[in-house]
């Protein structure tokens, strides 16, 4: 399950973000685990680098380019080691 996200869910942030960081309660399958940030019209923004972090097995990020003011949709899903997918969005708001 998610356990946090960096930017927080449902956050206003006065600065865009440089990465989305997802943190699960379990270790993750690196191949079948991604995350996406769509903006307002569903195109995908983020550099396309999903992957799950080496030092940290149940960190999921990926990087963003400078993003203008907006509401942005992160989409994941992953499957953990004990072979559960889980899947889910959020959003979070640049002012």
Known sequence: MLQRAEPRVESKLKRAPD???????????????????????????????SRVDRANPALLRATLPPLPPGIYKVLWRVLSIDADITEGAFTFRVE
């Open 19 to 49: 990465e989305v960081k997802l943190y699960f309660t379990e270790r993750l399958e690196p191949a079948y685990s991604a995350v996406r940030v769509l903006d307002a019209a569903g195109a995908q923004v983020d550099r396309r680098d």
